[in-house]
């Protein structure tokens, strides 16, 4: 390691710049620590302190100097240095000096002067702040989305009691997920525009629907979080609701689809109730519920997430929708291959997903055919899983729980501890197949599909050394216009091997089958 | 001929007759250094007051440094500035004249209105604190303890050797122990209050700071001069005001973002020591 400095005279340039330098060279390969300072006798004393500097700087200086220092590998703090100076010496940025700036706001209140058209706040501030932030913002006559969490339901209750005052609306606690008036918010994907709109108490859900419907050509008009206790009955559903009565008014509007795991039984009476008065089709997906009697003509029951898409679908081209079935794709590799490839010993599905709600819709889709499936986020507490890092039998487990994501980023943020678990899966001669959801849009991994299929590739080189073929079945939730872009990312798991499917569902669905052995059936 | 109007003025700015030099431009804007001594500053007009410059009507994309380059010279006469190579006036004269009245204020921490109004600011500063650290040179936080401390108990020594440790220290323009001061120092004056003692106290405290000033760089330099004799920029004095009335918690949050808001981190820097101060004095 060698250290070398250099002393601009008289040199001044704003602090961001100084710091966007310090940063540029920190971050060169083969530099330990850099630093671009005013060149003052206390500064001089702290970087000997920090050893960035022995001695003296070299030459004459002063406080009015600039000084920049690098320590590193010989081979680079040279060209380091010569690249600051350059840095340095290109005109300054649109900053001035170390007075006043331009002030960025740093408040709803100030960014609303700046923006006075806004009528929407998103708000992602730790838990405790975020009430306090939302309150603010439905004050100001902003609608809200709270993508935090940890925010009580106390507050959530006056928060959207605030906002019916208001004739306002909140997205949230813990929405992740909206798309308002074309614009994707949060994790959310880039879908067509179009004629109908949701709401949604499942952000995974959400998303899903809205690829789906992309996907069949027909597109978004708005796409609503309410956050996952909106449907509890101390909330009333009362963003559901307030997301209904917005769609039924909207002009753009023709289908409405409403989505959910289940909810409270007052409240999904209530919202089906509001549903039957409104002139327009209403597609309800309440996941888990045993609905069977619809409401009124134009109020439409589905079981599934596809199911809910399909009838959307189906609707906005004035059919009668029915059950979108078993969409397994027809050109992906023969079921029956995979099954015959399988040991007599392999008989479990092990599901790793990222959205809970695709872990809870194949829960549900999986217990009916192959019975008892333990999970982190069971349907019956006695199928919990007793380790939540050693799968037994056939198990489901939600990567994006709480339990997986405390101090580590989502899984859909960063795959490492699923890319892992699929490996591990491996090891268990028991396993038949492993199940899996991709979801794309903005905030996911840039490119999720290249380390998945890393795994998966891993994970099938180690069972084959034992003599074990392991089947992956997995459905991507995303769309072509999304910035990892649905084409590429379905090649690169369909050249891992990867049977594909459009839902989750089918997903579902098709690794039942292969686990229970049944032949597959195409629609 | 380019021409620009000052839409207010600091109490400290010189606006009738002066000779100088530009010592250095930046997009909006520019500093200058007075052939008699000291600097004033010229601003675009998004800007808060400072007690030593100029808020100028610029028009949206105005730069100053598409205009005028560091040595260019500048004469003032009638009010009328001019940059005779760049071909720009700046009429001083007619603009409203603004200073900061610290010395009216008295910070009691124990209203409940106010210590409200000083706990939210310091919620405000920790939720928007940007990170300082810049290639491994932070400002020490032994270095940045060390003054409360000694003001706190009225410690002549331990607060002027705290001074002259914390001036021209730290990364930035202004470097963050210089901010700090400024902020101090517009905290004490605010806290002050009749106490003779403490009266007595920041004299002689400010009078270490404008001594020490020379440990650091001209642009620093002047603001530490000013916050010497008590004259703060705009939003840092706004909010001081605001926490010693204990104003309405919106008007404190929205004058704090406004303080916090001060260049890269010196908004910041100056926001800290202006809490530790009241603090250390109530």
Excluded at chain 1, 47 to 64: I, P, V
Excluded at chain 1, 73 to 94: I, K, N, Y
Aim: with cysteine.
């Amino acid at each position: 390691m060698v250290k070398v400095s250099k002393v601009f005279h008289n040199l001044y340039r704003d602090s961001v710049s100084l710091m966007q330098v310090s940063a540029a060279l920190a971050d060169r390969p083969g530099v330990a620590q850099a630093s671009a300072v005013m060149a003052s006798a206390s500064n001089i004393d702290l970087l000997r302190e920090s050893g960035l500097l022995d001695g003296d700087a070299g030459g004459e200086h002063g406080a009015s100097d600039l000084l920049i220092v690098v320590e590193g590998e010989a081979d680079v703090v040279e060209s380091a240095l010569a690249d600051a100076e350059s840095l340095l010496t290109r005109e300054s940025q649109a900053h001035s000096g170390s007075g006043p700036t331009p002030i960025a706001p740093r408040s709803i209140e100030m960014g609303l002067h700046e923006l006075p058209g806004a009528n929407l706040a998103l708000i992602s501030t730790p838990g405790e702040y975020a009430a306090a932030e939302a309150r603010k913002a439905l004050n100001l006559g902003l609608n809200v989305m709270l993508f935090s969490d940890n925010v009580t339901l106390a507050d959530e209750i006056a928060l959207k009691r605030l906002a019916a005052d208001r004739d306002l609306m909140v997205m949230g606690p813990d929405c992740g997920t909206a798309i308002v008036d074309g614009a994707p918010l949060g994790f959310a994907n880039v879908v067509r525009r179009g004629a109908i709109g949701a709401v949604a108490a499942s952000g995974t859900g959400l998303q899903q629907v809205t690829c789906l419907i992309d996907r069949s050509g027909k597109g978004i008009s708005q796409a609503l979080g309410t956050g996952g206790r909106d449907l509890k009955t101390e909330v009333g559903g009362a963003t559901m609701l307030r997301g209904l009565q917005a769609l039924a008014r909207d002009p753009a509007t023709e289908v409405i689809v409403l989505v959910s795991k289940p909810p409270a039984e007052q409240v999904a009476t209530r919202i089906l109730e509001q549903a039957a008065d409104i002139p327009k089709p209403v597609v309800v997906n309440f996941l888990g519920t045993a609905l069977q009697d619809r409401p009124a003509e134009a109020v439409y029951l589905a079981q599934t997430l596809e199911d809910a898409a399909a009838a959307a679908v189906a609707l906005v081209d004035g059919d009668e929708p029915r059950p979108a079935g078993d969409s397994v794709t027809p050109n992906e590799p023969a079921i029956d291959t995979l099954i015959a490839e399988l040991a007599s010993t392999q008989r479990y599905v092990r599901g790793l997903f990222t959205g809970g709600t695709f872990c809870y819709e194949a829960l549900l889709l999986l217990s009916k055919t192959l019975g008892p499936v333990y999970s982190n986020t069971p349907l019956d507490a006695k199928y919990a899983l007793s380790d939540l890092w050693r799968s037994e039998a056939h198990t489901l487990v939600d990567l994006g729980d709480d339990a997986f994501t405390r101090g580590r980023a989502h899984p859909m943020i960063d795959p490492t501890l699923r890319n892992e678990r699929i490996v591990s899966e491996a090891d268990d001669p028991g396993v038949a197949v492993i199940l899996l959801d991709l979801v794309l849009g903005h905030g996911a991994h840039d490119d999720p599909a290249e380390q998945l299929a890393a795994s998966i590739n891993a994970a099938r080189d180690k069972a084959a050394r034992d003599g074990r073929a392991i089947a992956f079945v997995a459905s991507v939730c995303g769309t072509g216009a999304d910035p990892q872009g649905l084409e590429g990312q379905e090649s690169a798991l369909r050249e891992a091997g990867v049977v594909l499917t459009v839902s989750n569902a089918a997903a579902a669905r098709a690794a039942a089958r292969i686990a229970a052995r049944e032949k597959q059936v195409y629609t | 001929m380019t021409s620009l109007h000052a839409l207010s003025t600091g109490s400290r700015m010189a606006t009738g007759h002066f000779t100088g030099s530009v010592h250095s431009v930046f997009g909006r804007a520019c500093n200058i250094t007075l052939d008699g001594g000291g600097m004033l500053t010229l601003l675009a007009a998004e800007f808060g007051n400072v007690p030593h410059g100029a808020r100028l009507d610029t028009p949206p994309g105005f730069a100053f440094d598409r205009v005028l380059c560091t040595g260019d010279r500048v004469g003032c006469r009638g009010g009328v500035a001019r940059f005779a190579k760049a071909g720009l006036e700046v009429c001083l004269s007619g603009a409203r004249r603004w200073h900061a009245e610290l010395d009216q204020l008295a910070v009691d921490l124990g209203l409940p209105r106010v210590a409200a109004a000083w706990q939210l600011t310091q919620l405000v500063m920790e939720l928007n604190a940007r990170d300082h650290a810049q290639g491994g040179l932070n400002l020490p936080h032994a270095r940045r303890k060390a003054l409360p401390d000694a003001v706190g108990a009225l410690r002549s020594h331990a607060s002027r050797t705290a001074v002259v440790r914390l001036v021209g220290c730290g990364p930035g323009l202004t470097p963050a122990g210089d901010d700090l001061l400024v902020g101090f120092l517009a905290g004490l004056r605010a806290s002050a209050g009749n106490c003779a003692s403490r009266q007595a106290f920041l004299a002689e405290l400010s009078a270490t700071v404008r001594g020490a000033a020379t440990g650091t760089n001209a642009i620093s330099r002047a603001y530490l001069e000013h916050a010497s004799d008590g004259a703060f920029a705009e939003p840092l004095a706004n909010l001081a005001r605001c926490i010693a009335e204990g104003v309405e918690a919106r008007h404190v949050e929205a004058a704090a973002g406004m303080a916090l808001a001060v260049g890269a981190t010196s908004g910041t820097d100056g926001v800290r020591g202006l809490l530790s101060a009241m603090a250390c004095w109530n």
